[in-house]
Nanobody, 122 residues
């Protein structure tokens, strides 16, 4: 089973940008999907974006469409989340995850990183 490690979180002002990275190690199957979720205090885990390793097909949550971009570098086993025009409502812990099925439901994901904090100040 793969292990996932996120990095790149931090504090940024509203309107700014951050890029998150998710490095995968261990057994990685090219047919799997990789996703980003986020969770703010007192709220449920929210889908952000997902990408399939072998095709590069992507899908985004409505709240981030047009502002966030998910991408991958297969040779590096790394998935990125470029976040632009950040808003205070984007403040959350961001998690990288992996699944077999094409899904935006967190229950379908069986591998998770430890998370990285993103804080957007107004």
């Amino acid at each position: 089973q793969a292990q996932l490690k996120e990095s790149g979180g931090g504090l940024v002002q509203a309107g700014g940008s951050l890029r998150l990275s998710c490095a995968a190690s261990g057994r990685i199957f090219s047919s799997r999907v990789m996703a980003w979720f986020r969770q703010a205090p007192g709220k449920e885990r929210e889908f952000v974006a997902l990408i399939r390793w072998n095709t590069g097909r992507t899908h985004y949550g409505d709240s981030v469409k047009g502002r966030f971009t998910i991408s991958k570098v297969s040779a590096e086993h790394t998935v990125y989340l470029q976040m632009n025009t950040l808003r205070p409502k984007d403040t959350a812990v961001y998690y990288c995850s992996s699944a077999t099925l094409w899904s935006w439901h967190p229950s379908e994901y069986d591998t998770w990183g430890q998370g990285t904090q993103v804080t957007v100040s107004s």
